[in-house]
């Protein structure tokens, strides 16, 4: 189902003003929605139903002929008791590989995770702050788009050799979260309720999303405060276990992290399958954000779930641990 309302550019639209927030607002409570056209453009698509879907789903269909980015849904997730007349402000957390976040129909596997069901009975238990959440789809491209590209560039030649002849596109990802942060950010403050600012933007994400995860608040640290960083994919390559890229990106990542007075961080990671890897590149990673200052409970946490696989069942089954840690009122 289209619901096309009204035709904005972007430019012409000022962010947070009070008569564009309440037109925007009345058009969802009307189950009617916008459609932004021009150098940054998402498209409203349909609200997206399902038996396995809580709350409300809104998506939303980014293409942008500049960028390097290819075109994606954008999902917009907002609670079951979502305040329709836009006197509640929502802090937002956006979260990569948005397929397998909120409807198991269309998630990997048949298997999401559960994000809808855990942010909603958490919000309604007073457990974290009124939060709506952005899955972001990944594309074929996934590898290349959420590898972090400072670090990427930094690595030996023969490194780079070796992950670019196993897993080719060398790395997007500058590209990537230049769309998240200057492209659906700022459409999702003009759109919904936000509160905009640093202070209230989170960001999450599972394997390599972990690892862009981390990389934007290295990049982004005005514009984000927390993410969580689940089975971070350290190795890069699935062939082998080893340091010749985790001690790369682990010491450029420590170079350029943010204060922790500010920001916060949160890692996991199970023991079974591709995760029975991860150990030593985590405990390498936990001591240097220790040394760097990232060592109190309310700026770093850091878990390991004996059993657990690489896999959005076990993501869905701890999911709350890191929203708990990140969007506490």
Same mark, same amino acid.
């Given at each position: 189902?289209?619901?096309?309302?009204? @035709? =904005?550019?972007?430019?012409?639209?000022?962010?947070?003003?009070?008569?564009?927030?309440?037109?925007?607002?009345?058009?969802?409570?009307?189950? *009617?929605?916008?459609?932004?056209?021009?150098?940054?453009?998402? *498209?409203?698509?349909?609200?997206?139903?399902?038996?396995?879907?809580?709350?409300?789903? !809104?998506?939303?269909?980014?293409?942008?002929?500049?960028?390097?980015?290819?075109? &994606?849904?954008?999902?917009?997730?907002?609670?079951?008791? =979502?305040?329709?007349?836009?006197?509640?402000?929502?802090?937002?957390?956006?979260? !990569?590989?948005?397929?397998?976040?909120?409807?198991?129909?269309? $998630?990997?596997?048949?298997?999401?995770?559960? *994000?809808?069901?855990? *942010?909603?009975?958490?919000?309604?238990?007073?457990?974290? &702050?009124?939060?709506?959440?952005?899955?972001?789809?990944?594309? +074929?491209?996934?590898?290349?788009?959420?590898?972090?590209?400072?670090?990427?560039?930094?690595?030996?030649?023969? $490194?780079?050799?070796?992950? /670019?002849?196993?897993?080719?596109?060398?790395?997007?990802? /500058?590209?990537?979260?230049?769309?998240?942060?200057?492209?659906?950010?700022?459409?999702?403050?003009?759109?919904?309720?936000?509160?905009?600012?640093?202070?209230?933007?989170?960001?999450?994400? +599972?394997?390599?999303?972990?690892?862009?995860?981390?990389?934007?608040?290295?990049?982004?640290?005005?514009?984000?405060?927390?993410? $969580?960083?689940?089975?971070?994919?350290?190795?890069?390559?699935?062939?082998?276990?080893?340091?010749?890229?985790?001690?790369?990106?682990? /010491?450029? =990542? @420590?170079?350029?992290?943010?204060?922790?007075?500010?920001?916060?961080?949160?890692?996991? !990671?199970?023991?079974?399958?591709?995760?029975?890897?991860?150990?030593?590149?985590?405990? &390498?990673?936990?001591?240097?954000?220790?040394?760097?200052?990232?060592?109190?409970?309310? +700026?770093?946490? +850091?878990?390991?779930?004996?059993?657990?696989?690489?896999?959005?069942?076990?993501?869905?089954? &701890?999911?709350?641990?890191?929203?708990?840690?990140?969007?506490?009122?």
């Amino acid at each position: 189902m289209l619901h096309v309302s009204a @035709i =904005f550019k972007l430019k012409t639209i000022k962010p947070n003003t009070i008569f564009i927030k309440a037109m925007f607002i009345l058009l969802l409570a009307n189950g *009617l929605f916008p459609v932004l056209l021009g150098f940054n453009t998402l *498209l409203a698509q349909q609200v997206i139903t399902g038996t396995t879907v809580t709350g409300t789903l !809104h998506r939303y269909v980014f293409a942008d002929s500049l960028s390097r980015i290819s075109p &994606r849904n954008v999902d917009v997730w907002l609670p079951s008791n =979502f305040d329709t007349s836009g006197k509640t402000k929502y802090a937002v957390l956006y979260v !990569h590989d948005g397929q397998n976040l909120f409807n198991a129909q269309e $998630a990997f596997g048949q298997t999401e995770w559960r *994000l809808d069901e855990v *942010l909603d009975s958490l919000q309604q238990l007073k457990l974290i &702050r009124p939060t709506i959440a952005v899955g972001i789809w990944n594309s +074929s491209k996934r590898f290349a788009e959420y590898n972090p590209e400072a670090p990427y560039k930094l690595l030996k030649p023969e $490194a780079k050799a070796l992950i /670019d002849n196993e897993r080719p596109g060398g790395a997007l990802s /500058d590209a990537y979260l230049d769309v998240v942060f200057n492209q659906i950010k700022p459409f999702i403050d003009v759109i919904y309720p936000t509160k905009a600012s640093m202070s209230q933007t989170f960001m999450m994400g +599972s394997s390599m999303g972990g690892l862009i995860s981390l990389y934007a608040l290295t990049k982004y640290p005005d514009r984000v405060k927390s993410v $969580a960083c689940l089975s971070t994919h350290w190795p890069l390559s699935l062939k082998q276990n080893t340091t010749l890229f985790s001690h790369t990106y682990q /010491d450029y =990542f @420590i170079y350029k992290i943010p204060n922790p007075m500010v920001h916060q961080i949160y890692f996991d !990671h199970g023991t079974e399958a591709l995760d029975a890897w991860y150990e030593p590149h985590q405990q &390498r990673m936990d001591s240097l954000c220790y040394i760097n200052g990232y060592n109190t409970a309310k +700026s770093f946490l +850091s878990i390991k779930f004996s059993n657990h696989a690489h896999n959005e069942f076990f993501w869905s089954k &701890r999911l709350h641990y890191p929203l708990v840690f990140m969007l506490k009122p």
